[in-house]
């Protein structure tokens, strides 16, 4: 998400957790989907989804429908999806990418609701995971290498 600027409310929800989850390494966080309403990380990460301008989905793409629609509706209907238990990924586009040897690289692309819903649950789950990791675990840790 480098290419949108993180609200102040986000990078402090995400400062809180991080804390949290080092003061307390007992505490246990029950729903991890109730960041979903919260109104600033939705619309954060829908905004990083849109600015990423990926390949279209098998849903077609829908970013002039979700604004037609009313972007704050969607989001908002998102949200409550999750209390429904109406959460079900979507079909996947499969599409081959050209590699430079000649050869074709299968890949697939998830529709605009598959890539909104993980990425606001990643928000809250990636740094409770993070600060639970002993220091010289990398695995696949942002800003760490094995060097």
Same mark, same amino acid.
């Given at each position: 998400?480098?290419n949108v600027q993180t609200p102040t409310s986000v990078?402090?929800?995400?400062?809180?957790?991080?804390?949290?989850?080092?003061?307390?390494?007992?505490?246990?966080?029950?729903? =991890?989907?109730?960041?979903?309403?919260?109104p600033d990380v939705r619309d954060q990460v829908y905004?990083?989804?849109k600015a990423n301008q990926g390949f279209a989905a098998?849903?077609?793409?829908?970013?002039?429908?979700?604004?037609?629609?009313?972007?704050?509706?969607?989001?908002?209907?998102?949200?409550?999806?999750?209390?429904?238990?109406?959460?079900?990924?979507?079909?996947?586009?499969?599409?081959?990418?050209?590699?430079?040897?000649?050869?074709?690289? =299968?890949?697939?692309? =998830?529709?605009?609701?598959?890539?909104?819903?993980?990425?606001?649950?990643?928000?809250?789950?990636?740094?409770?995971?993070?600060?639970?990791?002993?220091?010289?675990?990398?695995?696949?840790?942002?800003?760490?290498?094995?060097?």
């Amino acid at each position: 998400m480098d290419n949108v600027q993180t609200p102040t409310s986000v990078q402090k929800l995400r400062t809180v957790l991080h804390a949290k989850t080092k003061e307390e390494p007992g505490y246990r966080f029950y729903l =991890p989907y109730d960041k979903m309403h919260r109104p600033d990380v939705r619309d954060q990460v829908y905004r990083s989804c849109k600015a990423n301008q990926g390949f279209a989905a098998v849903d077609g793409g829908p970013l002039e429908d979700i604004e037609a629609y009313g972007e704050q509706r969607w989001l908002g209907e998102l949200a409550e999806r999750p209390k429904k238990k109406d959460c079900r990924a979507e079909a996947v586009k499969r599409v081959s990418m050209p590699k430079p040897n000649g050869r074709l690289r =299968p890949l697939g692309i =998830p529709t605009i609701t598959d890539r909104v819903v993980p990425t606001v649950i990643l928000l809250g789950l990636e740094l409770i995971f993070e600060a639970g990791l002993l220091p010289e675990r990398y695995a696949c840790r942002a800003g760490r290498g094995a060097r």
